[in-house]
C-alpha cells in the first residue's frame, strides 16, 4: 500500500461528500415536481410527451396501481429490446453485418438491461450493432436508472406524507428523472469523454499498425453516450467486453476518477434528499454515515490484499503486490476502488478483472453485492435498499426500548416489517438457491473455468451478481449457454421485481399512516448509536446468511493460496 494510493481513496470520498448536498437539492426538486432553471427549455418537451401519452401528471397513484404502471412499462421494454436484438441483422446501422442474437441470448441481455443490471454474456464489439447499442442498450440505461429513482421518490412520500392515499405518479416521476437530471449530465459527461478520447462515431473499425508491424483493426462506434449514462444510472454494461479496462472506454486516471465518482453521485444524493423530504436532513447525513463506515471499511480490506499479493508468486521470486488482471496506467488502488464502489453500487462496471483479484481482494465485492448493494448503492435501488434495513434496524430497537418502532415520524408495525423481511430474503434465497443447483448438474457445472474453490466463486458470483442487478463477474464462468442464459434470467428479474414490489407496498402502508411525533421515549435516529446499529444489523444479516456461501468459496480459496496451493 502507498501514500499515493490513500491519497485517491482520500481524495474520492471527500469529492463525494461534498457532492451529497448539491445533487440532493437537485433531486429534491424533481421529488417535489418543482420547476428547475432546465424547464424553460424542456418544460415544453415534458408537455408534450404527457398530451401524446394522454397523461396528467397531477393524478395522485395508490401503490397497487404505481406498481401495476411500473411493471407493465418495464415488460414494454423488455420485450422491445428482446425484439431489437433477435432482428438485429435485418435492422440498419450495421456496418459489419453482425447476425441476430439467438433466443435464450437475446432474451437474458433484454431481462439484463431492463432490471438495471446489465450483465453480458457476450462481446458488445463484436456481438451488437451500433443500433442494438443505441437504441437497445443505451435507451434502456436511461430507462431503468430512472426507474430506481421513481421508486425510491415513492417510497420518500410514504415516510413524508400524512394519511394520504398515493404516492406519487409512475409516469410523471420517470419523466422528470430522465429529462431533468439524467439526459442533461450525460451529455456534459458524454462530451468531456469524448474531450478525453473516448470514441463517438458510427465508423465499424479503425485499422492500425503495431509496433511489430502487424496490421490491426480496432473496433468503434458510439461509446462516449452509452459510457456517460452507463456509470451515472450505475448500469455497467460496457460496449466493450473489457468494459472500464478498455482505454476506449476508460483512458486517463482523470476519467478514472470521473467514473466511479459518478456512479456514487446520485446516490449520495438521494440519501440526503430523503433526509429532506421527511423534514430533517441529519436522517440522510445519518444514512450516509453509516454507508461510509461500511465503504471504508470494504476498501481498506480489498486495498490491503490486492497490495499484500499472492504468498505463492512471492516465494517464486515474484515480488510486490497482485497486478495480474489490472491495468498498468490504473495500478492497485485505483482498481481496488473501482472494484468496491461499482460493487457497492449496482453498478458493474469495472477496470480490472474480478476473477483475478486475490481470494479475500474478490470476497468484499462479492459480499458487497450480498448485503443488497447498500452501500450507497445503485440509483434508487441502494437508497430504498438501506430503508429496508433501517426498518428492521427500528424495529429492534423498538424491542429494546419496549415501544413501537418508529422511524422519521411513522410507526413501524407488522406489515411494514413482513414486507421488509419479505423484500430482504429474495437476495438469499435466489443467489444460494441457484448457485446451489448449478454447483450440482453438469449443465452448471460446465460453466467455471476453475475447478475447486474458485470454481465454486465463480458460479456464487455469478449469481449474487444477477439477483442483485450489478453485473460484473468472475469472467472464467461461461455463461453465455442456455442454462446459464435461462437461470440467470430468472435471477435477474426476481431480484429487481420481487423486492420492488414489496418497498412501493411498504410507501403505500406509511403514507396512509399518522404522523406521530417524537417523546422522550423515542429511539433517536440521528446519532452514533443509531449508525452503529443500522451497521450492526446490515453486517449481522449479511454475515449470518452469507458466511457458509463465503466459507466455501473466497475463504477457502485463500486458505488454498497460504498453504502454496492453486484451486
Known amino acids: 500500500m502507498t501514500v499515493e494510493g490513500w491519497a485517491l481513496i482520500a481524495l474520492f470520498v471527500v469529492i463525494v461528500g461534498l457532492l451529497a448536498k448539491p445533487m440532493g437539492q437537485w433531486l429534491f426538486a424533481l421529488y417535489e415536481g418543482r420547476r428547475t432553471p432546465l424547464h424553460t427549455v424542456l418544460g415544453p418537451v415534458e408537455t408534450g410527451f404527457y398530451r401524446l401519452a394522454g397523461i396528467d401528471p397531477a393524478q395522485d397513484m395508490g401503490w397497487r396501481r404505481y406498481t401495476l404502471s411500473l411493471v407493465l412499462f418495464n415488460l414494454v421494454l423488455l420485450l422491445f429490446l428482446y425484439a431489437v436484438l433477435r432482428l438485429q441483422d435485418v435492422l440498419p446501422l450495421n456496418p459489419r453485418g453482425l447476425a441476430a442474437i439467438g433466443p435464450d441470448g437475446a432474451m437474458n441481455a433484454a431481462i439484463s438491461f431492463t432490471t438495471n443490471t446489465n450483465w453480458q454474456w457476450y462481446s458488445g464489439e463484436v456481438a451488437l450493432s451500433n443500433l442494438s447499442q443505441m437504441l437497445g442498450l443505451t435507451l434502456h440505461n436511461f430507462l431503468s436508472a430512472a426507474t430506481g429513482i421513481a421508486i425510491a421518490f415513492a417510497l420518500f412520500r410514504g415516510f413524508a406524507r400524512r394519511e394520504a392515499a398515493g404516492i406519487g405518479n409512475f409516469w410523471a416521476d420517470v419523466t422528470r428523472v430522465t429529462l431533468y437530471l439524467l439526459l ?51 448500469n455497467g454494461g460496457g460496449f466493450f467486453n473489457a468494459n472500464s479496462a478498455h482505454p476506449f472506454e476508460n483512458p486517463t486516471a482523470l476519467t478514472n476518477l470521473v467514473q466511479i465518482v459518478s456512479i456514487f453521485m446520485i446516490g449520495v444524493g438521494l440519501a440526503w ?10 436522517q440522510g447525513w445519518a444514512i450516509l454515515s453509516a454507508m461510509a463506515v461500511l465503504f471504508v471499511a470494504g476498501t481498506a480490506v480489498t486495498y490491503w490484499a490486492e497490495a499484500a499479493g499472492n504468498p505463492v508468486l512471492h516465494q517464486l521470486g515474484v515480488p510486490g503486490g497482485n497486478m495480474e488482471g489490472k491495468e498498468t496506467r490504473f495500478g492497485i488502488a485505483a482498481s481496488a476502488l473501482f472494484a468496491v464502489v461499482t460493487t457497492a453500487a449496482s453498478c458493474g462496471a469495472v477496470n480490472a478483472m474480478h476473477d483475478s483479484f486475490t481470494p479475500l481482494g474478490g470476497m468484499i465485492p462479492l459480499f458487497n453485492m450480498q448485503l443488497g448493494e447498500i452501500v450507497v448503492g445503485g440509483v434508487g435501488a441502494g437508497i430504498y435498499g438501506f430503508l429496508l434495513f433501517a426498518i428492521l434496524a427500528v424495529f429492534v430497537a423498538g424491542l429494546m426500548v419496549g415501544r413501537t418502532p418508529e422511524y422519521v415520524g411513522k410507526k413501524i408495525e407488522a406489515r411494514e416489517v413482513k414486507l421488509a423481511v419479505l423484500a430482504i430474503a429474495v437476495l438469499p434465497l435466489c443467489i444460494l438457491g441457484f448457485t446451489a443447483l448449478s454447483a450440482v448438474t453438469e449443465a452448471g457445472l460446465a460453466g467455471p473455468l476453475n475447478k475447486g474453490p474458485h470454481g465454486f466463486s465463480e458460479i456464487l458470483y455469478a449469481f449474487t451478481s444477477a439477483t442483485g442487478n450489478n453485473g460484473s463477474a468472475f469472467a472464467g464462468l461461461t455463461a453465455g449457454t442456455p442454462w446459464y442464459n435461462g437461470l440467470l434470467g430468472v435471477a435477474m428479474w426476481l431480484g429487481r421485481f420481487f423486492v420492488i414490489i414489496p418497498v412501493l407496498a411498504i410507501a403505500g402502508s406509511l403514507a396512509a399512516k399518522r404522523h406521530s411525533p417524537a417523546t422522550t421515549g423515542s429511539f433517536p435516529t440521528t446519532g452514533a448509536l443509531w449508525v452503529g446499529l443500522l451497521v450492526g444489523i446490515i453486517l449481522i444479516l449479511g454475515g449470518l446468511t452469507f458466511l457458509p456461501s463465503l466459507a466455501l468459496g473466497p475463504i477457502a480459496d485463500h486458505l488454498a493460496m497460504l498453504s502454496g496451493t492453486l484451486s
Not at 492500425?208 to 496490421?215: F, H, I, S
Not at 434528499?273 to 441529519?282: E, L, M, S
Open 184 to 234: 442533461p449530465i450525460s451529455i456534459v459527461y458524454a462530451l468531456f469523454l469524448v474531450f478525453s478520447g473516448v470514441p463517438q462515431t458510427l465508423s465499424a473499425m479503425v485499422d492500425a499498425t503495431t509496433l511489430e508491424g502487424a496490421k490491426q483493426s480496432i473496433a468503434l462506434g458510439p461509446v462516449a453516450s452509452q459510457e456517460a449514462i452507463k456509470m451515472l444510472g450505475t
Open 273 to 282: 434528499c430523503f433526509g429532506k423530504a421527511v423534514g430533517d436532513t441529519r
